[in-house]
């Protein structure tokens, strides 16, 4: 495909098990599916190549470095193995990365320490009528209400969840950190998962009611996690898992043809050279994006600018990927979309997948910012 795997991932994680990792993942994806706790030994193996600690201090795509395009191609990476896996490890480095920017000093030796030792972070935000309120209680606060799509909700250990709270005289959606394995047994509803696609992200609604928590458990100050540019940009992510769940399927769809020997097919070379054409178009996003990232965020400037970029390129490449699906679905027909082909399950999680919340109101806020500013994105990076 467009990147030699074995390069990327040995510059970025010098762990020369990564390529039979990925592999195992993917390999692993079709029976996954059916596990009710998820994807648990996929990520045993990120722990064990280096993966779950990659981005912490000393480490080769540690946070204080420029490296977001080498994290956006690793996010990538892990996508196309799986999208469930890419899923849930994107929530993973996203904790990782809000500890980084918010957390005091003893919290991220505790929370980093945990990582190194292979403890999986999440995070989640989504919530419906029950959502989460925090209540003073004790020495500490009562947390009450619940929390939906919880992607890896069986197999997370440290789950960085949002609610309101009232606290020295604030108020406002506060981020904490919760032991899920303090969590009593039966608050994780399995009946609440029943997607078309992603089945294997595990994404259940939990019940954190009557769970306390202290001081040392709360990160930041009420109303931190909304803070710009990092909210917003921070898209470029899951944006590139996606990518990733876009190159898998172009990659299935040209090996499904290769066995039937439908490539010598002009219309079939056509097909393939949308598709290859389109996944080089998101890699060159995702590129730049990261490129804008690191320039911008550590000058303090262009907050307004990296969101705008951000945006196009969760949109654009969302673009992509639909057209990669509808041009896979001419090349191989009825016949490749059914079980045991991998495409049937990789569309599928696709599909859903994509579907990120606000995607028209998220083109709308990029073309008002062209609209409000004379700006125009430089090749000087």
């Known amino acids: ?174 981020l904490l950190v919760i032991n899920m394995e303090d969590l009593p047994q039966g608050r994780i509803d399995y009946d609440s998962w029943k997607p078309l696609g992603m089945k294997a992200s595990g994404s259940y609604k939990v019940n954190f009611s009557d769970y306390l928590i202290y001081d040392e458990d709360l990160l930041a100050r009420p109303g931190t996690y909304l803070t710009q540019p990092y909210f917003n940009a921070g898209a470029i992510r899951f944006a590139a898992v996606h990518l990733g769940g876009a190159e898998a399927i172009a990659a299935h769809t040209l090996s499904y043809l290769k066995q039937l020997k439908r490539t010598d097919d002009p219309f079939q070379q056509m097909r393939i050279y949308h598709m290859m054409s389109e996944l080089t178009t998101g890699q060159l996003w995702l590129n730049r994006a990261g490129k804008y990232y690191d320039r911008w965020v550590a000058a303090g400037t262009h907050d307004d600018a990296l969101i705008a970029f951000a945006n196009m390129t969760r949109t654009i490449i969302e673009e992509i990927c639909l057209k990669i699906m509808d041009e896979s679905n001419r090349c191989v027909g009825a016949r490749g979309l059914m079980e045991p082909f991998e495409l049937e399950r990789l569309h599928r999680d696709l599909t859903f997948y994509l579907r990120q919340p606000a995607p028209d109101a998220t083109r709308l806020k990029a073309a008002d910012f062209f609209i409000q500013n004379d700006f125009s994105f430089d090749d000087d990076i």
């Not at 596990?35 to 779950?52: I, R, S, T, V």
């Not at 995070?123 to 799509?149: M, Y």
């Open 1 to 174: 495909m467009i990147t030699d795997t074995t390069e990327v991932f040995h510059t970025a994680i010098s762990k020369p098990s990564i390529d039979e990792v990925l592999k195992r993942i993917a390999e692993s994806a079709a029976a996954t599916e059916h596990q009710p706790d998820g994807p648990a030994a996929e990520f045993k193996w990120l722990h064990e190549c280096g993966a779950l600690s990659i981005v912490l201090p000393g480490h080769e795509l540690d946070f204080n470095l420029p490296k977001t395009p080498q994290l956006l191609r690793l996010l990538k990476e892990v996508g196309k193995a799986n999208l469930a896996v890419g899923r849930i490890y994107e929530g993973h480095i996203n904790t990782l990365y809000l500890i980084h920017l918010y957390a005091a000093q003893a919290q991220r030796e505790r929370w980093y320490k945990e990582a190194e030792a292979g403890l999986l972070f999440g995070i989640w935000n989504t919530q419906a009528a029950d959502g989460i309120s925090l209540e003073a209680a004790d020495s500490g606060f009562r947390v009450q209400g619940s929390k939906t799509f919880c992607s890896g909700a069986a197999i997370i250990n440290r789950a960085l969840i949002s609610g309101d709270i009232h606290r020295d005289g604030e108020k406002g959606w506060q």
